[in-house]
């Protein structure tokens, strides 16, 4: 299999057939053979009996389904796990991006072969966005911001879900995240394994049928936490310098209340200068520790994708015996 397109659907009855249609319509140019899985995560309305009634008549539509709802980082890690292709790409079920795109993600894999993913970006030059929620808008804008500081390499839209991939990309991840942080996690590991990324823009559109599965205190929390994990001196820098900075000025202070004359002996003012450079140095020895355990992390996935890679081995080399 050539293509692989995966689908994660929650509650999408509104949009299935629609989504597949238009998904299909967009392949025809496609050089080669293609399947799109659709996972079906534990849908309380009528997905899936749309889903199964569609399959009948479509053989290249697979579909994938559990019982209980549990997160879009769990859909795409099943449907990545069913996938064929050698090109695994992911989109939403309610085309907040047109399907159109995923001929110009796969033809950048193609065309660069030093490129191992592709993004859709609606965030860097000649992206845009259209129609779409003023908070949920502010909210992504500012979210991708701040996760590109983190980023090792100033990516303009990290959480999206609208990528390609080579499958040897996929398969060297052990991927953990049941949520939508798996965007996340997925950019975080294959970046620390050397996978190179590019991004080519693209348009953001709102969801036109549905109920937005957008959770505003869920993501933000996301965000943050991501970007301390990624790069700890983005906290402990700010709050160790910013509070050293602080216990400085009123050393600084209290020095000149020395010389001056005005300083009364054992006021409080002393011993809290002296808790606030001393804690600010401690809070920047905290940052430097947590730099070492990224790096070690970094250490620990390249040793995972060896060990991936050396089953894969012997689980050929068992299959060609038999």
Known sequence: MDLSIVIPMFNEAENVESTLKRVEEALPPFKGTYEIIAVNDGSLDDTLDILNRLSKKDRNLKIVSYPNNIGRGMALRKGFSEASGEIIVSIDADLSYDPNYILDLVETLRRESDIDFVLASPYMPGGGVRNVPLLRLWMSQWGNKILRLAMPNRIYTSTGIFRAYRRKVLDSLELESDGKEIHLEILSKALALGYRVKEIPAI???????????????????????????????????????????????????AYLRFSGDLTPGRPLITFALLLILGGIQILSFGFIAIQMVSLRKEILRIQKGNLELRKEISSSHGKKE
């Open 204 to 254: 953001l559109t709102s969801r036109k049928r549905g109920k937005s599965k957008f959770k505003f205190r869920k993501t933000a929390i996301s965000h943050l936490v991501f970007s301390v994990f990624e790069k700890p001196m983005i906290i402990f820098g700010f709050i160790g310098l910013l509070t050293l900075a602080i216990g400085c000025l009123i050393g600084i202070y209290i």
